[in-house]
């Protein structure tokens, strides 16, 4: 897993999956456009929501639970990074959000 930084998922974001992994309550504050959410918990039941064919980039609140989830979707034949800093980082760099 690769920890990418924020611009770099900004730019990659047209692309790649962003997946966003934090529970509703937290993504009601905002989240990027676009993005796929599926709270952590929910991921392994709902694999097969994301093709497996298309980059993923993982989000959560600060990176935390976004690289072991990176992890996860590496070992079932994704290819996954995660964004250093989450979406504090994200909301820093005055990056868009829904």
């Known amino acids: 897993m690769t920890e990418i930084t924020v611009n770099e998922a900004d ?4 692309t790649d999956r962003i997946l966003d992994v934090r529970e509703d309550f937290e993504v009601a504050e905002g989240m990027i456009p676009g993005a796929l959410h599926i709270p952590m918990g929910q991921l392994q039941a709902r694999l097969s929501e ?24 590496n070992g079932a034949g994704f290819t996954a990074d995660t964004m250093a800093g989450g979406m504090i980082a994200w909301t820093r760099a005055g990056l868009p959000t829904t």
């Open 11 to 14: 730019q990659r974001r047209s």
């Open 50 to 73: 994301m093709d497996p064919r298309v980059p993923v980039i993982a989000v959560c609140r600060s990176g935390n639970r976004s690289a072991r989830v990176a992890d996860a979707l």
